[in-house]
């Protein structure tokens, strides 16, 4: 049995590093599902993964299973921002949008998901948008970093307005944000 190498990095640190690598997608992501709220989707999905990171015990420092984490959280938080059509039938549609992209919908789930969307233009429309969303966070699209994403994974509160707010190059201030992490 071989041992594991030991842990490295904190919680704190692995969210970081998985901002470094991967929040310019977050941002892409909640931009092109739900634009109007991007800011606030993507910092609460920042702060839900980053509270979940200590009940992974050991694998908490690793900044895959940190990303994992966000992008969980990113797809429910918008689920949760979108408005869906009005159609009592819409009502769930977006969660399961969600699901469906977490692994967490069943077969007969996802059955009935794609048969009401190839059935309801505004529902189709909506579907496009959390597929254009996965493209890019599956694209890991490069570019700078919204300097607000590192403070809600700090624990601090996202500031209402503005849509990307200040931004720095990925990889470029990590002492900073975890120094402030620590504070």
């Given at each position: 049995m071989t041992p594991e190498p030991p842990q490295s990095r904190g919680p704190d640190a692995a969210m970081v590093e998985a901002l470094d690598a991967h929040g310019a997608a977050v941002w892409a992501y909640a931009e092109a599902v739900v634009?109007?709220?991007a800011r606030q989707v993507a910092?609460?999905?920042?702060?839900?993964?980053?509270?979940?990171?200590?009940?992974?015990?050991?694998?908490?420092?690793?900044?895959?299973v940190a990303r994992a984490a966000l992008n969980h959280h990113l797809r429910r938080a918008a689920a949760g921002a979108?408005?869906?059509?009005?159609?009592?039938?819409?009502?769930?549609?977006?969660?399961?949008?969600?699901?469906l992209a977490n692994g967490e919908l069943s077969a007969a789930g996802e059955r009935d998901l794609r048969a009401h969307v190839a059935g309801c233009a505004d529902c189709e429309a909506l579907?496009?948008?959390?597929?254009?969303?996965?493209?890019?966070?599956?694209?890991?699209?490069?570019?700078?970093?919204?300097?607000?994403?590192?403070?809600?994974a700090a624990?601090?509160?996202?500031?209402?307005?503005?849509?990307?707010?200040?931004?720095?190059?990925?990889?470029?201030?990590?002492?900073?944000?975890?120094?402030?992490?620590?504070?």
């Open positions: 634009p109007a709220s910092s609460e999905a920042v702060a839900a993964a980053r509270a979940e990171l200590p009940a992974a015990g050991r694998a908490a420092g690793s900044p895959a979108v408005v869906a059509a009005g159609h009592p039938e819409c009502a769930g549609v977006p969660e399961a949008i969600a699901a579907a496009e948008r959390f597929t254009t969303g996965e493209r890019l966070l599956g694209s890991a699209p490069g570019g700078p970093v919204p300097l607000w994403l590192y403070e809600a624990g601090r509160p996202a500031q209402r307005g503005g849509r990307g707010g200040d931004r720095r190059a990925g990889g470029r201030g990590r002492a900073r944000a975890t120094a402030g992490a620590a504070a």
